[in-house]
């Protein structure tokens, strides 16, 4: 096996003679890397080359989109350094020249005095939002960007914020658009949210001062003409060669006819025949000017039936009659009319062998008129006049909290460079210092940051030796949610980045998968992709590759007619266990389109009892459990809230059925009575069964008992006691009745959400609610994260730049989410060096499709091709992941009548593939239906268990409120506790006489601070791991003796605030104050001691920071981890069984051999005897790390360090175990 490794490895790939090309440092390219194309090895390797050549490493400056991919880049060019400081030679052709360029950049290197080895951070590779950053930091006057502030990974609340406050006091200039949306202030304020998270498509549209809306609406039609002279352009180039003069003749003749045969019809001033005055002047085809679109609309009429196919034939409808009476009506012989329909329907016959004329022509006939009507002029100028204040509600927003979107910082950057006619002091600075440029996954840059990157070239001379190198996949463009124009990669193979000319590069070897999937791949995506490059809707053709690596492969299509998704994820399970089974140490990855299609799946490797990864796809906010937690919440918080009071009731905690519901509910007030009103009601409660009255007594005692101790300022606690006194983990229980830990880690992480959210004074909108609950995930469910191989759930997007030994694609069928309508429609389409913005108010509710606004129409029509271009796109991606093995599987239901399979949604995954899919449909259909049948049945007649434990009962009573249902469907089993449950007793504690069983204080409290030192050690502590895991995920990999440099350089590159000075009475301007306010406020600190609590937070982080041990400590050792968690079996008292221990170390981590535990120690001492402190809190916490230590010594055998650290004195105290 191994011969046959370095074989393989010793190839020469087809497209060498390429990779050599792009590693001439005088040159410029962009270079399309299709999967597995080695993108990131090229990329590392034109680094080096370039290092050879500059005099200082930071001249060379390589842009990614991601932290990952940065660290990757820093990893690689450090790692063949090292290799080649160690003298290495390589065992191939490849690796020589690899450890070669890397030998020459250690001598230019050890000439210049870089010391990269020591100082890796000097590699300028940094993401897009870091590099903006730091320009904006750079000259934060010029920029905008002001004081130091925070950037929000989730500006979601502040745009709200801003939206609401904005709102508020513009209600009167909203009146058009609140009469639109039904007076929902709740909706305007969404929409104008999500104004402000796309603000940098619209932004440069919105004058600051000085609104024109005259002026505004004439630059809009402008673009508008534009869009539709293209369009016409385009068809025109499309046009058959037809005999023009006939066609003219035959329209005006049919429309003199028509006047005749039916005048009413032409009556103005809206005519139903409205094509018939165009037809009647029609000398010649139209031009492409915009003024002709009335004419070509005309002629689309003619040419097209409504569905856009060519006609078979006119008649007298559209002027083409024939009858004898007709004849004599309009005084013509009938052989002359005859002679007319004939001569056109030969024109017909003629178009239709032109199918791309024929679809221009339909297109054209939907296209806009090139001015906006004036009720849509009328909604749109009032919300384009407004959203300049808009924008300095969201700029005071900013201000306010400390902290600046993505957006924002990279808006600033582009005013920090200036303009090309105009460049700023730091723009020539960076023209000077900046010699080569390197930007990854181009596929995936958008507007903004293109015109960013012109901006940083803007410069640039022919010929003046910098140039620019641009990577990436136009195949593999899949962020259009992230505003990503693939386009744009096109524009700069064609037309450079601007005065940078790009040389064209097409690598076609893939190293990763085997040559069977990539001939599947090869033969399938031709024909899936569209032949040739579309600017408009986004359309890219297929670029095949070639395999490198000689390994055996498959592709299996598993589909599943008239299957219910369960049967395919028990599929999924299947093939999971049997790719472990005959693979045990390689990787398998279960992609999906969308997290809300993890459910069945993750419930499938549950029961099939198989391991896996799960990162951010098991939504706990769907989990019943998470719903019912809302619906507590919202009903307490809202009494009049009747929908999520029947929630509460019909949960099953508490359990009444759909009969005493309908019972207790009739209102003769036509519900506008609340709920909770209705509790005292006996006249109401006798009418249920005896069984409901107990539950509705049993809640209303709970409820009642818990609003006596309810705090009048926080609603979260009140809610947790009623969720606990009703028995809400109780009812926690799965199908077998057993009790489930995900529901109760779910109620558990959804009340610490809840309570987040009320401490941020976000918890009084059900959309702000519902947006955390969405976003409420499980964590890894693994035994090891660590592991090498094993099972991986992830969305498709995630898995984008990964690869596994066995990729499987379930759901392929599924719908994906629509675009959301927003307030104001746009479309930015490419025009010559610039863009152009189409633009369409909000839709009036109620208006006939025929009538519709063709504007709104037309930019949903873009945006849904768009869609589907990249819907192809991301099959490509998903299926170009696998190395060994791709799985893809698909259902399609059966149509009303139960004799045939629905087609597949024409957005899903499996459309493009029907082709494949489709015989392998037919041939299994009967199969299958049978199959499904027989499970049903079986699934229909099986019994319950009746063991269940009486603690939760599945309980089979009438479900109805007197309604008979034609279609009667076997409900599902109300799951609900006893009506006579209680709250289990707890039993008293009673503390031990004996101290050697006491068990060991783990956690001891301080004795410094309270409740506030608490909160002060829990926010520090949640910082310094921020910080530490920060670094390790960028891979800042460096040993000892570098640890101290390389933090530090770190830190002032991506964390620069932590270094800014703190000074008493001005803590609120610190560019932190506002991120340490809300973590202190949401543990409680109340806001008469903010202020200092701050001060203490950041001196804690701040000396850690300024220290060598504390920048130590936090660098990204081999095997580091941050609050590790850790669970033993602790022996109990005789005769009782052992018990769980739980243990939080602080920070560990391995360094020369030795396994360090670490704990910081976040306590001030102000007297003057700092030493003798430090020695009372060394032996009060001795035994606490030294048992730690005993823990960790029963599974590593390795030294033992121990350490405790004093963050706020900078002091530090290490010891070994038992030698203190």
């Not at 590069?505 to 069977?516: A, C, G, I, M």
């Not at 389109?593 to 069945?600: E, F, K, L, T, Y």
């Not at 991606?877 to 599987?889: D, M, P």
């Not at 034609?966 to 006893?978: D, E, G, I, N, S």
Request: charged share 25%.
């Amino acid at each position: 096996m191994a011969s046959s490794t370095s074989v393989i490895e010793a190839k020469v790939p087809q497209d060498a003679a390429v990779r050599r090309a792009a590693l001439d440092p005088t040159r410029s390219f962009i270079v399309q890397a299709p999967a597995g194309s080695g993108k990131t090895e090229l990329l590392t390797r034109r680094v080096l080359v370039l290092l050879t050549v500059v005099d200082e490493p930071e001249q060379v400056l390589a842009i990614t989109f991601t932290i990952k991919a940065a660290s990757e880049m820093r990893q690689r060019v450090l790692a063949v350094l090292e290799r080649a400081a160690a003298g290495e030679q390589g065992d191939n052709t490849y690796e020589v020249e690899s450890l070669e360029l890397a030998r020459r950049v250690l001598a230019r290197d050890a000439e210049r005095g870089w010391q990269l080895r020591r100082n890796p951070l000097r590699l300028n590779l940094r993401t897009i939002d870091s590099l903006a950053a730091q320009l904006a930091r750079a000259l934060p006057v010029v920029s905008t960007l002001g004081a130091p502030v925070g950037i929000a990974a989730d500006a979601r609340e502040l745009y709200v914020l801003a939206a609401t406050r904005f709102v508020e006091k513009h209600l009167a200039e909203l009146d058009e658009l609140l009469l639109l949306l039904g007076n929902r202030i709740d909706r305007t304020v969404d929409l104008f949210a999500e104004l402000l998270a796309n603000r940098d498509q619209w932004r440069r549209y919105v004058p600051a001062a000085n609104f024109d809306g005259p002026e505004l609406r004439g630059v809009l039609e402008g673009m508008l003409a534009e869009l539709v002279e293209a369009r016409l352009a385009a068809l025109l180039a499309a046009l058959p060669d037809l005999d023009e003069a006939c066609v003219c003749t035959c329209l005006r003749t049919a429309a003199a006819h028509y006047r005749v045969l039916q005048p009413d019809d032409c009556a103005k001033p809206q005519p139903k025949a409205w094509w018939c005055d165009h037809w009647a002047s029609l000398e010649h085809l139209p031009g492409s000017d915009a003024a002709a679109l009335g004419d070509w609309r005309s002629i689309a009429h003619a040419f097209l039936t409504g569905q856009g196919t060519v006609r078979k034939s006119v008649t007298r409808a559209l002027g083409f009659p024939t009858s004898r009476n007709d004849s004599k009506d309009l005084g013509v012989d009938d052989a002359e009319l005859k002679a007319n329909k004939t001569a056109f329907v030969a024109c017909l016959a003629e178009i239709a062998a032109h199918e791309e004329f024929v679809g221009l022509l339909g297109e054209v006939r939907a296209l806009p008129e090139p001015s906006y009507k004036d009720d849509q002029w009328v909604l749109l100028e009032q919300i384009m006049r407004v959203l300049g204040r808009l924008l300095d509600e969201l700029r005071a927003v900013f201000a306010e909290r400390g902290e600046l979107d993505f957006i924002e910082v990279s808006m600033c950057a582009m005013t920090a460079l200036g303009s090309e006619d105009a460049p700023t002091d730091l723009a020539l600075a960076m023209d000077y210092r900046l010699q080569h440029l390197l930007i990854d996954e181009f596929q995936d840059t958008s507007i903004s940051q293109f015109k960013l990157f012109k901006q940083l070239l803007s410069g640039w001379q022919p010929g003046d030796g910098r140039t620019a190198f641009v990577v990436g996949d136009p195949m593999q463009s899949i962020y259009r949610f992230r505003d990503a124009e693939v386009m744009l990669f096109e524009r700069a193979r064609t037309k450079g980045i601007g005065p940078v000319v790009l040389e064209s590069l097409q690598l076609q070897v893939n190293f990763r998968s085997s040559p069977d999937i990539i001939e599947w791949v090869n033969t399938q995506f031709p024909a899936i992709f569209p032949t040739r490059t579309d600017v408009e809707t986004a359309a890219v053709p297929y670029a095949p590759s070639t395999a490198f690596r000689e390994i055996p492969g498959e592709v299996r299509l598993h589909p599943f007619a008239g299957g219910t998704v369960a049967q395919e994820a028990a599929a999924v399970a299947d093939l999971c266990r049997v790719a472990l089974d005959e693979r045990p140490q390689e990787s398998i990855a279960i992609l999906l389109r969308s997290r809300a299609q993890a459910g069945p799946v993750v419930a499938a490797l549950r029961d099939a009892g198989l391991p896996y990864r799960s990162v951010d796809m098991d939504v706990l906010g769907e989990r019943p459990v998470v719903r019912d937690i809302v619906a507590l919440t919202l009903a307490l918080r809202y009494p009049h809230d009747r929908l999520h009071w029947l929630a509460v009731l019909r949960s099953p905690a508490v359990g009444l059925t759909l009969a005493d519901l309908t019972v207790f509910c009739r209102d003769p007030q036509d519900g506008r009575r609340a709920i909770p009103a209705q509790f005292a009601d006996a006249e109401r409660i006798a009418g249920m069964s005896k069984d409901g009255r107990a539950r509705l007594a049993r809640f209303r005692a709970v409820a009642d008992e818990a609003r006596q101790r309810a705090s009048r300022d926080a609603l979260m606690p009140w809610v947790e006691s009623v969720w606990l006194g009703i028995g809400g983990p109780a009812a926690c229980r799965g199908p077998d009745g057993a009790v489930s830990a995900v529901d109760l880690d779910a109620a558990e992480r959804a009340f610490q959400c809840l309570g987040a959210l009320e401490a941020a004074g976000r918890l009084w909108r059900q959309s702000v609610i519902e947006a955390a609950m969405a976003e409420l995930y499980a964590g890894i469910a693994v035994d090891d994260v660590e592991q090498a191989g094993g099972i991986q759930i992830m969305t498709l997007h995630k898995s984008k730049g990964l690869e596994f030994d066995t990729v499987i694609l379930p759901s392929l069928d599924r719908r994906p989410k629509n675009d959301t309508t927003g307030l104001i429609n746009w479309f930015e389409r490419s025009s010559d060096d610039d863009y152009r913005l189409l633009l369409a108010p909000l839709e009036r509710p109620g208006r006939d499709l025929r009538d519709a606004d063709r504007l709104s129409r037309l930019i949903r029509k873009i945006r849904e091709r768009r869609s589907l271009e990249e819907t192809r796109r991301l099959l490509y991606v998903a299926c170009t992941r696998a190395r060994r093995s791709l799985h893809l599987l698909a259902r399609l239901e059966y149509n009303a009548q139960g004799d045939a399979l629905k087609s597949p949604v024409g957005s899903s995954l499996l459309a493009p593939l029907r082709s494949v899919f489709e015989p392998l449909f037919e041939a299994r259909c009967a199969a299958a239906a049978s199959e499904a049948e027989v499970v049903a049945t079986a699934s229909a007649t099986a019994k319950r268990d009746d063991d269940a434990p009486d603690r939760f009962t599945e309980d089979s009573v009438p479900e109805h409120d007197g309604v008979t249902n034609t279609h009667p469907v076997a409900a599902p089993p109300l799951r609900r506790l006893p009506a006579d449950w209680t709250m289990p007793v707890m039993a008293a504690f009673r503390p031990s006489r004996d101290d050697s069983a006491a068990p060991l204080d783990r956690k001891p409290p301080p004795l410094w601070g309270g409740r506030d030192g608490r909160d002060i050690g829990t926010v520090v502590h949640r910082q310094l791991q921020l910080l530490a895991d920060g670094m390790a995920r960028e891979g800042v990999l460096t040993d000892s003796g570098k640890a101290v440099a390389c933090v530090r350089a770190w830190i002032e590159s991506e964390h620069p605030d932590w270094l800014v000075p703190l000074e008493r009475g001005a803590e609120q301007a610190h560019p932190l104050a506002a991120k340490l306010r809300r973590e202190l406020q949401a543990e409680g600190m109340p806001m008469s001691r903010m202020n200092a609590a701050l001060v203490q937070v950041w001196k804690a982080v701040h000396n850690t920071l300024e220290d060598d041990v504390g920048c130590w400590i936090l660098a990204p050792h081999a095997e580091a981890r941050s609050e590790w968690a850790l669970s033993i079996a602790e022996a109990s008292a005789a005769g009782h069984a052992p018990r769980a221990a739980n243990y939080i170390i602080d920070r560990s981590f391995v360094d020369d051999g030795q396994r360090w535990i670490i704990d910081y120690k976040t306590g001030e001492h102000e007297g003057s005897d700092l030493a003798g402190f430090l020695d009372t809190q060394f032996e009060r916490y001795r035994p606490q790390l030294e048992n730690y230590a005993d823990i960790i010594g029963r599974v590593d055998s390795r030294p033992v360090m121990l350490g405790l650290y004093f963050p706020l004195h900078a002091e530090w105290k290490a010891w070994q175990p038992g030698r203190a």
